[in-house]
């Protein structure tokens, strides 16, 4: 039975080990093994990741029972050393990467021995994932620690279906783009056959890094990458919503004894005086989670409103997170003296205004302080979801409370019933605690009801149904769109014979993108020596003809290739140089047109940075590939309305190529030229190889027996395809080895 197989840093269960070698697992915090941890109690698949327990700590006999205590749980472990841990984990993960897509920039460290301990430790779970997963099997990877590691585990298993999920913010590209190692970390995603993010606005500036530094073609959500097609999307990740409101319900029926110590506590307080509310924040101690600005505004709340002095208290549970890296060890010096500032200044006898718990807790703590909180007070600056805030929803079960949530974390784009306020205006925050713990019953209970409605029905089980389908319709859509067919071996050896006979043939072949990659500069796509060699091997092949046909000019072409014993086309057909003669026009085609629209698209190069107008004998072209691609995008659309206008009632047409427009006679095409050519000699066989929309004519027009290879995986008149020009020279090797 094929099963899914769960990718994370950290596993749901943390192993530790003490003194005197005794084993114990606690469940570990943060939202991704909270919420990933019922999808995998739900399923029947494995969880891979590090036990917590790091290799120094390991003897034979501790390995085992760790080994143990994950196996129960259906887990895997990868083994992390000290040095892992430190680089890794502390280094890279949380010194680099984390602070870096929380807009933490003057907290971002780029070292060179993070990176590369980074790169091994991705490496490690490779290993790991790639021994684990077997014909059928999905993968599932999580988060910034491994970004790198469905493009290694795709490297491998091309076949294996990768989903990968980010549960933290994607900065904007501005932020991104400063990173020395953007490039390999979008790579590396992009080995998942899809892409989730909580919100659409990483989505958005996921796809916006990808089109300015890999310089991607991303058609809505999609990206075109080689011969995959990637999707993107926005999934907001839910809670398991039963649990917390069982455990809620379940609660309210406890009886005295059955409390524990903390409700008591809470309970004495709330008896103390009527009236007296209480303000919950539940966070790991994180410099994102905006833990000082909320003192500060609770402590200006109180001057500003001395009337609620000994009436509200601030109920503070900060979780240890991460304690090696010192923005963390600062955070929590500034928190405890916050603290003791606050309470130094309004405590009374009776009253300590805030209660600040540095731990972690058991479930049932966690339930005690949602459901005894009247206001649930969460302000991170930068938050990727934030489930603490849809937990607290899920616990009130009498259908009061109020949400004060940032609105800078993902949750609040989807529960716009809270009290949204910016962490960073104390002003704010001060009114709306005013608000919250003033607010009558009905409007709690309104607005209660509507975010119930929504975190209820968007739960983490759907959240990761969603996902999982999603990942499985991205295969079956691609296998819908491309009709064209990879060359198998045995296709291979046949076209091999049919090079090796005695037989006529010919190849058309296209040059950019399909003979050389893309440049940014197309006058910077010269042949090399290796494909020259390889043209020269081609034409060595009894009875065989080589034809390159372009849409360059007979000057480049001559230029670049005059001195090889092929044919040539340029201008997409304009002009033939059968080889060893003299150049010869295939059309008798007027030029006076050019002279009205090349000042037409000398205004879109002016107004459109990066494009390029390039002026050919027969034809004129306007390159985009250099130009921001958002921008690109939309001036292609109004200079295609204005040339489209321009060329209503004459023989030209407009031609769509790779990043390129082209204005040309409509009695001009590759589809026409190459059957010309082909029916000067009637060759018993014919290749065509090409990648844009002016070779599709070729793949039309040439006779039905025609070996067609598209270059890129797009909708095609061709037989075959390949991914690349890489491709396409080891496939010429292959006919003349
Ligand atoms: P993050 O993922 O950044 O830590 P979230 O709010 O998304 O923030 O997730 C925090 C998760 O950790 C929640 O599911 C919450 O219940 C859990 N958690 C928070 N504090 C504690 C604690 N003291 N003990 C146990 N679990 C906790
Ligand atoms: C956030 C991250 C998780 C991480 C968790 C706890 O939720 O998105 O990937 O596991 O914080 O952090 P830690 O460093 O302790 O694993």
């Given amino acids: 039975m094929n099963k899914t197989i769960i990718v994370s840093n950290r596993l749901p269960l943390q192993v530790q080990v003490n003194e005197s070698g005794k084993v114990t697992a606690k469940p570990s915090v943060g939202g991704l093994a909270t919420g990933m941890k019922s999808v995998h109690r739900d399923s029947n698949g494995i969880w891979i990741g590090w036990s917590g327990v790091k290799d120094e700590d390991l003897t034979l006999e501790i390995e085992t029972k760790v080994n143990q205590a994950i196996e129960k749980e259906q887990c895997i472990a990868v083994k992390l050393n000290e040095n892992d841990l430190d680089n890794y984990y502390y280094g890279f993960s949380n010194r680099t990467l984390w602070p870096l897509f929380h807009y933490f920039l003057e907290y971002t460290e780029f070292d060179k021995g993070y990176w590369e301990s980074y790169v091994e430790v991705n490496k490690k779970f490779a290993e790991v994932v790639i021994a684990q997963a077997e014909e059928g099997d999905t993968i599932w990877i999580h988060d910034y620690q491994l970004l790198l590691l469905p493009a290694m585990v795709k490297e491998k298993n091309p076949n294996v279906s990768i989903g990968f999920f980010l549960h933290i913010p994607f900065p904007s590209y501005e932020i991104f783009r400063t990173f020395p190692a953007r490039k390999e970390i979008l790579e590396g995603m992009l080995g998942a056959d899809l892409l989730g993010f909580h919100t659409y606005d990483y989505e958005r500036h996921f796809l916006s890094s990808v089109k300015r530094i890999l310089s991607l073609e991303v058609n809505f959500n999609e990206i075109s990458y080689g011969n995959r097609i990637i999707k993107v999307d926005s999934f907001p990740m839910g ?35 009527a009236g007296v509310k209480m303000i919950l924040s539940i966070d790991r101690l994180d410099y994102t989670k905006g833990i000082p600005n909320r003192i500060r505004a609770f402590e200006f709340f109180l001057k500003k409103y001395p009337q609620f002095k000994e009436k509200i208290r601030l109920i503070m549970l900060a979780v240890p997170s991460r304690s090696e890296v010192p923005q963390y060890q600062l955070l929590k010096k500034e928190t405890d003296e916050l603290v003791g500032r606050v309470n130094g200044e309004f405590s009374t006898v009776s009253w300590t205004p805030i209660w600040y718990f540095y731990r972690t807790m058991p479930f049932e703590n966690l339930i005690d302080l949602y459901t005894s909180s009247d206001v649930a007070l969460i302000t991170p600056v930068r938050d990727g979801m934030n489930l603490v805030a849809k937990e607290y929803i899920a616990t009130r079960t009498k259908e009061d409370g109020v949400l004060v949530l940032s609105e800078m974390t993902g949750a609040s784009k989807e529960l716009d019933d809270a009290l949204l306020i910016n962490p960073y205006n104390f002003g704010e925050i001060a009114n709306t605690i005013k608000q919250a713990v003033e607010m009558p019953k009905e409007e709690q209970k309104r607005r209660m009801k509507a975010l119930q409605k929504r975190v209820s ?216 030229a190459s059957s010309l050519i082909y029916n000067e000699k009637k060759y018993d066989h014919v290749f065509a190889l090409g990648d844009d929309w002016t070779d599709e004519f070729m793949f039309e027009d040439l006779p039905e027996k025609t070996i067609s290879l598209k270059v890129g995986l797009n909708k095609t008149k061709a037989k075959y395809y390949v991914n690349s020009p890489k491709e396409v020279r080891s496939f010429l090797y292959n006919l003349v080895s």
């Fill in 239 to 273: 809670i398991d919503y039963d649990k917390f409101k069982n455990a809620a319900l379940q609660h309210q029926k406890q009886t005295e004894v059955e409390k524990s110590e903390i409700q008591k506590r809470l309970d004495q307080h709330l008896k103390e005086e």
């Fill in 457 to 672: 029905r968007y739960s983490v089980e759907k959240w990761a149904g969603e996902f999982i389908n999603s990942l499985k319709n991205v295969k079956q859509n691609l296998a819908d769109v491309i009709d064209a067919q990879a060359i198998t071996s045995q296709k291979t050896n046949e076209f091999k014979n049919i090079m090796q006979s005695k037989e006529s043939k010919v190849l058309f072949l296209d040059y950019d993108g399909t003979l050389v990659s893309f440049q940014k500069n197309p006058q910077d796509a010269i042949p090399d020596e290796e494909l020259k060699q390889l043209i020269v091997q081609l034409t060595e092949q009894p009875y065989t003809d080589i034809v390159i046909i372009s849409g360059r000019d007979k000057k480049t072409l001559n230029t670049w290739l005059g001195d090889l014993p092929v044919s040539l086309v340029s201008d997409h057909g304009v002009s033939y140089l059968p080889k060893g003669k003299e150049w010869k026009n295939l059309e008798t085609l007027k030029t006076d047109w050019k002279e009205n629209v090349i000042p037409v698209i000398e205004k879109f190069v002016d107004n459109t940075p990066g494009t390029i107008l390039e002026e050919k004998k027969f034809s004129v072209a306007w390159h985009y590939r250099k130009a921001d691609p958002e921008l690109a995008q939309r001036r292609l659309v109004e200079i295609k309305t204005v040339l489209t206008s321009f060329i209503s009632n004459t023989d030209l047409t407009l031609l769509e190529g790779n990043k390129v427009i082209e204005l040309k006679s409509s009695k001009v095409s590759k589809g026409r």
